[in-house]
Protein backbone atom coordinates (compact mmCIF):
# COMPACT_ATOMS: atom_id res chain seq x y z
CA UNK A 1 0.00 0.00 0.00
CA UNK A 2 1.25 3.35 -0.88
CA UNK A 3 1.19 6.04 1.84
CA UNK A 4 2.67 9.71 1.29
CA UNK A 5 2.32 11.89 4.35
CA UNK A 6 3.64 15.72 4.72
CA UNK A 7 4.24 17.38 7.08
CA UNK A 8 5.98 20.93 7.63
CA UNK A 9 2.85 23.19 6.24
CA UNK A 10 2.05 26.65 8.51
CA UNK A 11 1.59 30.24 8.83
CA UNK A 12 4.13 32.22 7.57
CA UNK A 13 4.67 35.92 7.10
CA UNK A 14 5.73 37.93 3.57
CA UNK A 15 8.91 36.86 2.62
CA UNK A 16 9.48 34.00 5.33
CA UNK A 17 10.24 30.51 4.60
CA UNK A 18 8.93 26.97 5.14
CA UNK A 19 10.31 23.36 4.05
CA UNK A 20 7.80 20.75 3.08
CA UNK A 21 8.57 17.05 3.70
CA UNK A 22 7.05 14.11 2.35
CA UNK A 23 7.91 10.86 3.61
CA UNK A 24 6.73 7.66 1.59
CA UNK A 25 6.56 4.14 1.84
CA UNK A 26 5.38 1.66 -1.02
CA UNK A 27 6.88 3.55 -3.29
CA UNK A 28 10.23 4.86 -3.75
CA UNK A 29 11.02 8.09 -5.33
CA UNK A 30 14.53 7.00 -6.60
CA UNK A 31 13.03 4.62 -8.89
CA UNK A 32 9.35 6.48 -9.65
CA UNK A 33 10.33 10.06 -9.01
CA UNK A 34 8.09 12.88 -6.56
CA UNK A 35 6.86 16.43 -6.94
CA UNK A 36 4.58 19.02 -5.37
CA UNK A 37 1.01 20.43 -6.42
CA UNK A 38 -0.77 23.03 -4.34
CA UNK A 39 -4.65 24.05 -4.71
CA UNK A 40 -5.61 27.19 -4.09
CA UNK A 41 -9.39 27.84 -2.75
CA UNK A 42 -11.32 28.24 -6.01
CA UNK A 43 -8.34 27.08 -8.24
CA UNK A 44 -7.34 23.90 -9.90
CA UNK A 45 -4.56 21.86 -8.53
CA UNK A 46 -1.15 22.96 -10.02
CA UNK A 47 2.31 21.68 -10.29
CA UNK A 48 4.96 23.49 -8.42
CA UNK A 49 8.03 21.40 -8.56
CA UNK A 50 8.59 18.00 -9.58
CA UNK A 51 12.08 15.79 -9.60
CA UNK A 52 12.54 12.41 -11.17
CA UNK A 53 14.18 9.58 -11.04
CA UNK A 54 17.37 10.34 -12.27
CA UNK A 55 17.39 13.76 -10.59
CA UNK A 56 16.20 16.28 -13.07
CA UNK A 57 13.99 18.84 -11.63
CA UNK A 58 11.09 21.24 -13.05
CA UNK A 59 9.59 23.95 -11.50
CA UNK A 60 6.49 25.98 -12.34
CA UNK A 61 7.62 29.58 -13.22
CA UNK A 62 6.07 31.21 -10.51
CA UNK A 63 8.59 29.57 -8.21
CA UNK A 64 11.39 29.48 -9.99
CA UNK A 65 14.59 31.15 -7.83
CA UNK A 66 12.53 31.31 -4.51
CA UNK A 67 11.47 27.00 -4.35
CA UNK A 68 13.56 24.11 -4.18
CA UNK A 69 13.02 21.00 -4.33
CA UNK A 70 15.51 18.16 -3.59
CA UNK A 71 14.99 14.26 -1.95
CA UNK A 72 17.02 12.01 0.35
CA UNK A 73 16.79 8.69 -1.51
CA UNK A 74 18.26 6.50 1.87
CA UNK A 75 14.98 8.30 3.62
CA UNK A 76 12.82 7.81 0.89
CA UNK A 77 11.89 11.49 1.43
CA UNK A 78 11.11 14.34 -0.87
CA UNK A 79 11.48 18.29 0.14
CA UNK A 80 10.34 21.73 -0.44
CA UNK A 81 12.02 24.25 0.24
CA UNK A 82 10.34 27.71 0.11
CA UNK A 83 11.76 30.95 0.60
CA UNK A 84 10.79 34.61 -0.31
CA UNK A 85 7.12 33.49 0.41
CA UNK A 86 4.19 35.48 -1.24
CA UNK A 87 0.56 35.87 -0.06
CA UNK A 88 -0.35 34.09 -3.62
CA UNK A 89 1.19 30.91 -2.71
CA UNK A 90 -1.27 30.24 -0.29
CA UNK A 91 -2.70 26.99 -0.59
CA UNK A 92 -2.98 23.15 0.42
CA UNK A 93 0.34 21.20 -1.15
CA UNK A 94 0.00 17.83 -2.07
CA UNK A 95 2.83 15.39 -2.15
CA UNK A 96 2.28 13.50 -5.36
CA UNK A 97 4.13 10.66 -7.07
CA UNK A 98 3.16 7.94 -10.08
CA UNK A 99 4.01 4.35 -10.41
CA UNK A 100 2.62 2.16 -13.52
CA UNK A 101 0.45 4.50 -14.33
CA UNK A 102 -1.16 5.54 -10.69
CA UNK A 103 -0.98 8.25 -9.31
CA UNK A 104 -0.69 8.75 -5.61
CA UNK A 105 -1.12 11.44 -3.32
CA UNK A 106 -0.89 12.77 -0.01
CA UNK A 107 -3.22 14.31 2.67
CA UNK A 108 -2.14 17.90 1.71
CA UNK A 109 -0.48 20.36 4.24
CA UNK A 110 -1.92 23.65 4.67
CA UNK A 111 0.84 26.84 3.88
CA UNK A 112 -0.85 29.95 4.68
CA UNK A 113 1.23 33.53 4.11
CA UNK A 114 -0.03 36.20 5.58
CA UNK A 115 0.80 40.27 3.91
Known amino acids: QVQLVESGGGLVQTGGSLRLSCAAS????????GGWYRQAPGRQRELVANITSGGSTNYADSVKGRFTISREIAKNMVFLQMNSLKPEDTAVYYC?????????WGQGTQVTVSS
Open 96 to 104: HSERRGYEY
Open 26 to 33: GIFFGIHG
